[in-house]
Every structure is written in C-alpha cells, then in structure tokens.
Nanobody, 117 residues
Framework: VQLQASGGGLVQAGGSLRLSCAAS????????MRWYRQTPGKERDLVAT???????NYVDSVKGRFTISRDTAKDTVDLQMNSLKPEDTAVYYC????????????WGQGTQVTVSS
C-alpha cells in the first residue's frame, strides 16, 4: 500500500487548506484512515479519523474547523481545514489501518502546513 499526501502550503490565519491522501487502490480495504500532525521535537498527534463505515472523530482542538472525508471511487481521503490557526502549523501525515488485510498500518509522507499570524 502506498499513501501519497498532498495539499500542504502556507496560508494566513483564518484561511483554508485541503489535504489529500491518495492510496494505491486500497482505500476500501482500510478499517480506518487517519490524519496525524507533528511539530519539531514533539510526538505525532492524531487529528482526525474516518472509519470504514464513515464514522468520523476529531481531536477537540480541530472540531468544527476540520472535516475528514473519504472517496472510495477516487481512492482518496481528504482533510478540509478551515479557520486555520498558527497552532495548526505542523507536518501532516495520513495513515491507513490495514490490519485485517495486511496486518499493519501504512504511512504517507508528510506534507507541511504553515499558518502565519
């Protein structure tokens, strides 16, 4: 499974970005897809999850601002980020839980999101 993240960039506070995670023909096999973020010197933190049946969960700090969605036809998982804050600045990673099919999780490469104040 290969996951390819894209869509990061530089945006002013209050702006929006849409991240996309493209999978190699595998989204339908995932039990869950997640977005994480990481800042220098800190652990990678979970931001949002979407289950196989479309149930979503978010960390409190992004609730109401971020939306995770999955398009099995396009084989992508997106993270729409609105009302961005400087504290959202991080490298964002997508993760796929393919435990049932492949016995492990897979990570995409990170995409940098920078929010200026």
């Amino acid at each position: 499974v290969q996951l390819q993240a894209s869509g990061g960039g530089l945006v002013q506070a209050g702006g929006s970005l849409r991240l996309s995670c493209a999978a190699s023909g595998s989204i339908f096999r995932a039990d869950a897809m997640r977005w994480y973020r990481q800042t220098p010197g800190k652990e990678r933190d979970l931001v949002a999850t979407i289950s196989k049946v479309g149930i979503t969960n978010y960390v409190d700090s992004v609730k109401g601002r971020f939306t995770i969605s999955r398009d099995t036809a396009k084989d992508t998982v997106d993270l729409q980020m609105n009302s961005l804050k400087p504290e959202d600045t991080a490298v964002y990673y997508c993760n796929g839980d393919f435990s049932r099919y492949y016995g492990r999780n897979f990570w995409g490469q990170g995409t940098q999101v920078t929010v200026s104040s």
